[in-house]
């Protein structure tokens, strides 16, 4: 069965005042733009996704909800998993690795550098980092989520049209 992982990197922050915990870091005005922009672009390629799961962070929690509600997802739907909250590339294929098997096209917000390092795993291709509020799409034949530690996929779809 084909399978669609959407790998997203949280939109634009602003750089962090003195003492500010990195978790609270709050999005632009330009990465709220462009999380809207994203969502959209999402929308208009993939109509729907089947599950978001995002990190908690306030700016990966901000972008997962602008871009939910440009999908029509319902915000209270989205799992916010603080393991990938500043996770290791094991991390994001454990999260996915666990998914029903009934989800068939799943959202990923979170951070770099294990994002960019998921997508390059998952491809089999040495990619540039995933910039602020970019998704990679990525397809994979999978018959269950928990063998996608065995397999791999191919850029279906890059938000920002500099990889295809």
């Excluded at 799961?53 to 440009?70: G, K, L």
Aim: glycine share 4%; charged share 25%; hydrophobic share 40%.
């Amino acid at each position: 069965m084909q399978r669609y992982v959407l790998i997203c990197r949280h939109a634009e922050t602003y750089d962090p005042y003195p003492l500010q915990p990195d978790f609270e870091r709050e999005l632009t005005p330009e990465g709220i733009r462009k999380a809207n922009e994203t969502g959209k672009w999402v929308r208009e390629k993939y109509q729907k996704v089947d599950a978001l799961v995002a990190s908690p962070a306030r700016r990966a929690s901000a972008t997962a909800q602008i871009i939910a509600n440009r999908l029509y997802f319902d915000s209270e739907k989205i799992t916010y998993d603080p393991e990938i909250y500043n996770p290791k590339e094991a991390q994001l294929l454990k999260t996915i690795s666990q998914l029903p098997d009934t989800i068939v096209k799943v959202l990923i917000v979170s951070h770099n550098p294990a994002l960019t390092q998921l997508a390059r795993n998952l491809v089999n291709r040495n990619l540039g980092y995933l910039e602020p509020g970019q998704i990679l799409a990525i397809t994979i034949d999978l018959e269950r989520w928990e063998d996608i530690y065995i397999t791999t996929g191919s850029i279906a779809a890059d938000s920002f049209a500099q990889i295809l």
